[in-house]
């Protein structure tokens, strides 16, 4: 999967003076699944109609597989692309649009019968060739809609929140059906959603966005576990920020020193660094006394009655959710603090002092963007 099906390099793109793209640039390489996650108007679905010919970059330029095909049409790009709204013909059969691309390329009548079938096959909907789309529940019409786009064997299959009006259950199945063709296919997908479950269910990579650029690219476990930006912390996940000063760096692990509240003492707590990291405190591009931000995922904070380590907190609402239990504290100038585990816990109230804190390995230096 080394090979680079799709390159974006310098995508600048604007709407009435308003910048949309700020020169985002990417590889996307041969059978990836490749997944643009982040909220609603941060560029996502303009980069992905960039890619499909739909939208022409002000700045910038696309290649597929090694051919620049900034300036070409829609119909000369070998992509296709999968709506939210399946956008199904409403007056043809299943058979007739699953077979629409195959006509018009004048296909032998036995071969479109040919691959049709194994389509229906692919989608697991065999024996629905004569049924209509109004016939069809949602998950059915999603399905239709990917067997329409991938019948031609496109290069990319471009996916534009695909799953969204489907309800939570028939959402998480076709998670699992839509990784299951992209394998058996090897085509490419990109992949845009605001939902982080989707994201890291499915995908080989993440690209997290926020304004316009590129927060970061990764797996999901480096997103989820390494963020890199406060943004891409939050966004992916439960996770507290923490502000403070660099106190101490030892043994791979930064100090950093943060005021609780305004009645509580000064801590440090701590956050393990990147190899990355490490070097910059080596040149001196962090160093002591300076102000950091950092990142620490709600499951892995640990709360305790007593014995004061960590930071002296106060509780002041918990709730429970799909087997989740969250309290939230109070960390007056740092904010509110979430804390997470699975199951209900007595232990804590509405008004209780509690202390927090984390192994050095579950805190991470974030850039502040």
């Excluded at 709204?85 to 409403?90: G, Q, S």
């Excluded at 927060?215 to 912390?233: C, I, L, N, R």
């Excluded at 003492?265 to 040149?283: D, G, H, I, W």
């Excluded at 001196?284 to 006394?289: A, E, R, Y």
Aim: aromatic residues 6%.
């Amino acid at each position: 999967m080394a090979e680079q099906i799709l390159e974006l390099d310098g995508i600048k793109k604007s709407f009435d003076k308003v910048q949309v793209l700020r020169g985002i640039s990417l590889s996307i390489r041969q059978g990836e699944f490749i997944t643009f996650l982040g909220a609603s108007g941060c560029g996502k679905t303009t980069t992905l109609r960039i890619i499909a010919g739909l939208e022409t970059p002000d700045e910038g330029k696309v290649f597929l597989n090694g051919k620049d095909v900034t300036a070409l049409e829609p119909n000369q790009r070998n992509v296709n692309t999968v709506f939210q709204n399946y956008a199904l013909f409403p007056h043809m059969n299943v058979f007739s649009n699953i077979a629409y691309g195959l006509k018009l390329k004048k296909l032998p009548k036995k071969e479109i019968v040919r691959k049709v079938g194994e389509m229906l096959e692919l989608v697991q909907l065999p024996g629905y060739e004569k049924r209509m789309p109004f016939e069809l529940s949602g998950g059915q019409k999603q399905r239709v809609a990917i067997a329409r786009a991938v019948v031609n064997n496109p290069q990319v299959l471009l996916l534009d929140e695909p799953l969204g009006a489907l309800d939570l259950q028939l959402r998480r199945q076709m998670q699992v059906e839509l990784k299951r063709i992209q394998k058996r296919l090897k085509i490419t997908f990109v992949y845009i959603t605001h939902d982080q479950e989707e994201a890291l269910n499915m995908s080989d990579r993440i690209v997290v966005m926020d304004n316009g650029k590129l927060e970061q690219v990764g797996t999901p476990d480096e997103v989820y576990y390494h963020p890199k930006t406060s943004y891409a912390a939050r966004f992916v996940g439960t996770a507290n920020i923490l502000s403070g000063r660099l106190k101490k760096v030892e043994g791979g692990v930064a100090w950093v020193e943060v005021s609780c509240c305004p009645q509580g003492p000064t801590v440090l707590v701590p956050a393990a660094l990147s190899k990355a990291q490490a070097e910059q405190v080596r040149l001196g591009q962090i160093g002591q006394g300076q102000q950091v931000a950092m990142a620490v995922r709600s499951e892995n904070v640990r709360l305790e009655k007593e014995g004061g380590r960590g930071l002296r907190l106060l509780v002041t609402e918990k709730n429970f959710a799909g087997g989740m239990l969250r309290v939230f504290l109070d960390a007056g100038a740092l904010g509110e603090l979430v804390s997470s585990r699975q199951g209900m816990d007595p232990t804590f109230q509405a008004g209780d002092v509690a202390f927090a804190h984390w192994a050095p390995e579950h805190g991470v230096l974030v850039d502040t963007g």
